[in-house]
T-cell receptor, first 111, second 116 residues
Framework: QKEVEQNSGPLSVPEGAIASLNCTYS??????FFWYRQYSGKSPELIMF????GDKEDGRFTAQLNKASQYVSLLIRDSQPSDSATYLC???????????FGKGTMLLVSP | GAVVSQHPSWVICKSGTSVKIECRSL??????MFWYRQFPKQSLMLMAT?????????EQGVEKDKFLINHASLTLSTLTVTSAHPEDSSFYIC????????????FGNGTRLTVT
């Protein structure tokens, strides 16, 4: 069974700090990796996606993928209180059109 | 672009009644839509995959006769919860894919269902 693991948190960081969110996955055949942000009571919102090993940067967000170690991370620079949310890691392998989601990590950014 | 609209955003119904939830892709054609359910403090659980013009594919443990899915057009999929019970109370979220299998999913705003 394909699994996506995330620390449930909460991860607490002060405003302006770097928040580091991690995710591991069990299926070595996984090809696509996504980070979604979900505010309480709302549906997920796509933050970033990454397909290749290495780093991918978009504004304050950097996704990092290491397929050999089967982990993907999301770095949020200059964290803001508005970044406080649950961050969901999602993984898709080459054989499926659906995503497997982790349970999410709650991030709390204090002013 | 890639806007997915879901309606209603919340609904309260009595036990034994049926509820229909609509999911529309507003600015793109979605050959495939997905229905998820999320219980409090839990992750999204895929219920079914909906393909336009064909029967939905349900995940293991999801009752297809209870959760009726219709994908009548490239922009509309509906989920009907039949004979709802309090344990069906949950957050139901649809999503749609804009392009190829590798494209990320775009989610609707979700429907909070409460069955009394």
């Amino acid at each position: 069974q394909k699994e996506v693991e995330q620390n449930s948190g909460p991860l607490s960081v002060p405003e302006g700090a770097i928040a580091s969110l991690n995710c591991t996955y069990s299926d070595r055949g996984s090809q696509s990796f996504f980070w979604y942000r979900q505010y309480s009571g709302k549906s997920p919102e796509l933050i970033m996606f990454i397909y290749s090993n290495g780093d991918k940067e978009d504004g304050r967000f950097t996704a990092q993928l290491n397929k050999a170690s089967q982990y993907v991370s999301l770095l949020i620079r200059d964290s803001q209180p508005s970044d406080s949310a649950t961050y969901l890691c999602a993984v898709k392998d080459s054989g499926y059109s659906t995503l497997t989601f982790g349970k999410g990590t709650m991030l709390l950014v204090s002013p | 672009g890639a806007v997915v609209s879901q309606h209603p955003s919340w609904v309260i119904c009595k036990s034994g009644t049926s509820v229909k939830i609509e999911c529309r892709s507003l600015d793109f054609q979605a050959t495939t839509m997905f229905w998820y359910r999320q219980f409090p403090k839990q992750s999204l659980m895929l219920m079914a995959t909906s393909n336009e013009g064909s029967k939905a594919t349900y995940e293991q443990g999801v009752e297809k006769d209870k959760f009726l899915i219709n994908h009548a057009s490239l922009t509309l999929s509906t989920l009907t919860v039949t004979s709802a019970h309090p344990e069906d109370s949950s957050f139901y979220i649809c999503s749609a894919r804009q392009g190829t299998i590798g494209e990320p999913l775009h989610f609707g705003n979700g429907t909070r269902l409460t069955v009394t």
